[in-house]
C-alpha cells in the first residue's frame, strides 16, 4: 500500500485488522457457572439429620431411660383394657347376644336339634 | 471428603469367602451401601452370609442404611430388599462432583457431625432403644384391642336398642 492509501485509511486500520483488536472483541457468553443448588440442598438437609440423630442420642436416649413412661402408661392401657373387656362380655353373655343366636344356630345344625 | 452417596457392591458368589473379601474394605456405616445379589443363583445364602458379616463387625442401618437388591420375595430380616437400584429411596442418590466452597463449608460439618455420632455410638443406646421401642410396641397392641373392643360394644349396644 502506497502512503496515499495508508493515509485515507487512517481511523479504519483498527477496523481492517479485524479481531485481533479488543474494541472489536464482542462479549463471548461467559461459561456457565453450576449453579445448581441441588447437591447444597442435598447437604443441608444430611447436616440436619446427622444432628437429629446426635439429639437422639445425647438427650432422648438419657431421658428415656431415667425417666421412661412405660409402667405408667402400661397399667393405664391394661386397666383401660380389663374395663371395656369386662363390658364386652357382659354384652356378649345376654341370652339375646348375637353369640349366643349364631351359637345356637351352628349347634342346631349340628345335632340336628 | 466424599459425600454421602450410594456406593454399590457387586456381590459375585455367594460362599462366606468370597461375600467377606468383597465386604471387608468397604466403609460400610460411614456411606450409604446398595450390595446386589440380584444375579447370584443362591440368594438366601448370600443375604444370611451379609447379616452375618455385618452382625460381626456391628454394622446396622444406622445412621447410614444399607439396601440390598434381590429377587427374594419372602425375606423378613433387618434390611430393606429392593428388585433394582433405581427402586432404592433417592435421598442418597446423588452425583459425584467438584464441591465448591459453601458446599465444602457444609461438608466439614457434617464430617464433623459424623465423627460426634461415631462416638456416641460406643456408649451401645441400641439396646436401650431397642427396649424402648417393643414396649411401646406392647402398648401399642393393647391400644388396638382397645379400639377394638370399643368397637365391638358399640355395634353390641346399637343392637339391644
Known amino acids: 500500500m502506497s502512503k496515499k492509501d495508508d493515509e485515507e485509511l487512517i481511523g479504519f486500520q483498527d477496523f481492517i485488522r479485524g479481531g485481533k483488536d479488543p474494541f472489536l472483541k464482542t462479549d463471548l457468553p461467559k461459561k456457565r457457572k453450576n449453579v445448581d443448588f441441588e447437591l447444597e440442598t442435598f447437604l443441608e438437609q444430611e447436616s440436619v439429620r446427622i444432628s437429629k440423630h446426635i439429639e437422639v442420642l445425647e438427650e432422648k436416649v438419657y431421658v428415656i431411660k431415667k425417666y421412661s413412661q412405660y409402667p405408667s402408661l402400661l397399667i393405664q392401657a391394661e386397666s383401660e383394657n380389663n374395663h371395656i373387656r369386662t363390658k364386652t362380655?357382659?354384652?356378649?353373655?345376654?341370652e339375646d347376644s348375637p353369640l349366643f343366636r349364631n351359637l345356637n344356630e351352628i349347634f342346631s345344625n349340628f345335632f340336628k336339634l | 471428603m466424599a459425600i454421602p452417596s450410594f456406593k454399590q457392591i457387586n456381590i459375585n458368589n455367594s460362599t462366606k469367602e468370597s461375600i467377606y473379601e468383597q465386604l471387608e474394605p468397604s466403609y460400610l456405616s460411614q456411606f450409604p451401601y446398595i450390595l446386589d445379589i440380584s444375579q447370584l443363583v443362591d440368594q438366601f445364602e448370600a443375604i444370611t452370609y451379609i447379616e452375618q458379616f455385618l452382625e460381626e463387625r456391628y454394622v446396622t442401618n444406622y445412621p447410614y442404611p444399607i439396601y440390598i437388591i434381590s429377587s427374594l420375595k419372602n425375606y423378613h430380616g433387618k434390611f430393606s430388599i429392593f428388585e433394582s437400584s433405581s427402586l432404592c429411596p433417592i435421598f442418597f442418590k446423588q452425583k459425584a462432583k467438584q464441591l465448591?466452597?459453601?458446599?465444602?463449608?457444609?461438608?466439614?460439618?457434617?464430617?464433623?457431625?459424623?465423627?460426634?455420632l461415631k462416638n456416641l455410638q460406643g456408649h451401645n443406646f441400641e439396646n436401650d432403644l431397642q427396649e424402648y421401642s417393643e414396649k411401646h410396641k406392647q402398648i401399642f397392641y393393647l391400644h388396638k384391642e382397645r379400639i377394638f373392643l370399643s368397637k365391638l360394644n358399640k355395634t353390641l349396644e346399637k343392637y339391644y336398642e
Open chain 1, 89 to 94: 362380655i357382659e354384652l356378649c353373655s345376654r
Open chain 2, 100 to 116: 465448591n466452597a459453601r458446599e465444602n463449608k457444609i461438608m466439614q460439618k457434617i464430617y464433623l457431625k459424623q465423627k460426634n
